[in-house]
């Protein structure tokens, strides 16, 4: 019987890690800088019309990253519009679609539905799939396919010769869609995988029962298209660009940066599971030898993949968190596998402290996103955002009160956070560049005929471009060179420190946008709501400035 405390249903999960994560994930409210290589290349397919080419803001072609994490932006602005939301939506559900994916994954091992959403719920509470889930960038989408691939390897761990073959489909079409989203990293964890069901002494797996032709050959076509459609469009130098992002530039070479780095990724591997490690302290060394022992080949299976993203993680000559995210959903099921053979929820103390904690958390949030909101201008659907979270932020901690439930209690305090934080970076945040921009163009009555250069902070130049749509042309300068090349353009988008740099005398110049500046926000909160603000903001914020050059100015030119 299973029990009703640690009773999971996937899409209910699911749901909530959409509902939770959205508000936080499908604006602004944090900018990571790489997403601004997928959102404007996808801006640029639908100015193109040529769905494969990939392109920077500037007009130059970019071929570091194959094809599916452009095709996920493009989708959305296909479907949604050319918006933040567009931008971001299927990347918030491919982390949704992670934590369904780790409940199966973890179901096809153990058939076992308390493991299964323990480790769910240790999914859907890593901050790193979190954090990854609002931006645009691939990794995100490396760990749903990476996840999926470990499915099928699940099915050909636990059956081995007699795995049904809808395992090998699920494990090949995993890793080409893997491969068509990050490259090299999807293959090598592959590769691994596949050497070792081959090989394992506890369960090997043959290679006849890996040879299913029809998967393979779906899967090679899959992973390889678009490195075939390039070579044919653009020549085989466009692997050069490839390479170098995969290979040249990411691999370290230096012992001491190895050690660095390697160090850095264990301590951040451990950190992205807690407080789930800590919970599993207290009876973990007995019963890590009973789990090695009831299935040594899923544990021989998960601390490969894990030593593999360590090892992968000290060779880059820069490390990110997000680079452990492809096997985070394996290591969770094997935390959920080693807290519920511990029986962890008999001990309730630790999990009552951790969910105080994430709860108090929330409750701070909750306090300064209200009182920003009374300050400040605040739209109507911030308030409906913190009207719904006094139901859930009461039913959590009425169930940690009765000690009931409290690993869903920790799950959920820990996404009420971020449900709540964009309450407060509403006003921080919002309304970005882009927004602002656009406003005034609009309101200026500007077409969309000319060519717009742009100079400045290139995060800011994509949101800018996104918000003005496919219908504006707006181009990146170098920020080396764009003295040079700006009398080749009648309208020019700047940054406020750029502008003395030029002979505004020639233009008619009107202030587009003004954001806080992230050195003055203490300053700026102290005066908020108050007279004082505007000019505050005005004087300190970081602005840009849209000019068009005077008729008499064409004229001479």
């Known amino acids: 019987m299973i029990s009703q405390e640690l009773r999971i249903n996937p899409w209910i999960l699911m749901l909530a890690f959409t509902v939770l994560v959205g508000p936080f994930a499908l604006n602004f409210h944090m900018h990571y800088p790489d997403e601004i290589f997928y959102r404007d290349a996808a801006i640029k397919m639908l100015q193109n019309n040529d769905y494969l080419t990939t392109y920077l803001g500037s007009g130059e072609l970019r071929f570091k990253k194959p094809i599916l994490t452009y095709w996920a932006v493009l989708a959305g602005f296909k479907l949604f519009g050319v918006n933040e939301f567009g931008s971001r939506i299927f990347f918030l559900l491919a982390g949704a679609a992670t934590v369904g994916l780790t409940f199966l994954l973890a179901k096809v091992l153990f058939r076992n539905s308390k493991i299964a959403g323990i480790s769910a719920l240790i999914m859907a509470a890593n901050p790193v799939l ?37 395992y090998t489909w699920i494990m090949y079409l995993g890793l080409a869609l ?37 998967a393979l050959s779906v899967s090679i076509f899959i992973a390889l ?12 130098t466009y692997l050069d660009s490839f390479l170098e992002d995969q290979v040249g530039i990411r691999v370290a070479s230096r012992l001491l940066l190895i050690f660095q780095n390697g160090l850095l990724a264990y301590v951040l591997l451990i950190a992205m599971f807690i407080p789930w490690v800590l919970l599993a302290i207290p009876s973990s060394r007995i019963v890590i030898s009973q789990c090695w022992k009831e299935n040594a080949t899923f544990f021989g299976f ?39 053979r511990g ?111 742009f100079v400045g902070n290139l995060d800011a130049g994509s949101k800018i471009r996104m918000s ?53 926000i203490p300053e700026l909160l102290k005066s908020y709501g108050k007279p004082e603000f505007d000019p505050l903001l005005n004087a300190t914020g970081k602005k840009y400035f849209f000019l068009q050059r005077k008729k008499s100015s064409e004229k001479s030119k």
């Open 302 to 340: 998960a601390i490969l993949w894990g030593l593999a993203i360590l090892a992968m993680g000290a060779m880059t000559s820069k490390f990110y968190e997000r680079y452990l995210l492809p096997v985070a959903p394996v290591l969770a099921v094997l935390q959920g596998w080693i807290l519920v």
């Open 130 to 166: 979190i954090l990854s889930s609002g931006r645009s960038i691939p990794d995100v989408l490396l760990v749903m396919t990476m996840t999926l691939s470990a499915v099928g390897f699940a099915g050909l761990l636990r059956y081995g010769n007699e795995a049904p073959k809808k």
């Open 343 to 453: 029986e962890f929820e008999l001990r309730k103390i630790g999990s009552k402290l951790a969910s105080i904690l994430f709860l108090s958390l929330s409750g701070v949030v909750l306090i300064a996103g209200i009182w920003l909101g009374v300050k400040g201008e605040t739209h109507w659907s911030v308030w409906i955002q913190i009207g719904l979270a006094f139901p859930i932020f009461g039913y959590l901690i009425l169930l940690t009160k009765k000690e009931a439930k409290l690993p869903k209690v920790i799950t959920y305090a820990f996404l009420l956070i971020f449900f709540l934080l964009s309450t407060v970076t509403y006003h921080i945040s919002l309304p970005h560049q882009g927004t602002q921009v656009r406003d005034f163009i609009q309101k200026s009555g500007i077409d969309s005929q000319m060519l717009i250069a």
């Open 225 to 236: 298209f678009w490195f075939v459609a390039m070579w044919k469009i653009h020549g085989p």
């Open 468 to 520: 003005l749509g496919p219908e504006f042309h707006l181009i990146d300068l170098p920020k080396s060179s764009w003295k040079e090349r700006v009398n080749e353009y009648q309208r020019l988008i700047i940054e406020d420190k750029f502008l003395d740099s030029l002979s505004i005398s020639e233009f008619e110049v009107g202030q587009a946008s003004v954001n806080w500046d992230s050195k003055q």
């Open 178 to 214: 893997a491969f068509e989203v990050k490259g090299l990293p999807a293959a090598a964890l592959g590769v691994l995988g596949i050497i070792y069901l081959l090989f394992n002494p506890w369960k090997r797996v043959s290679w006849k029962t890996l040879l299913n032709i029809p």
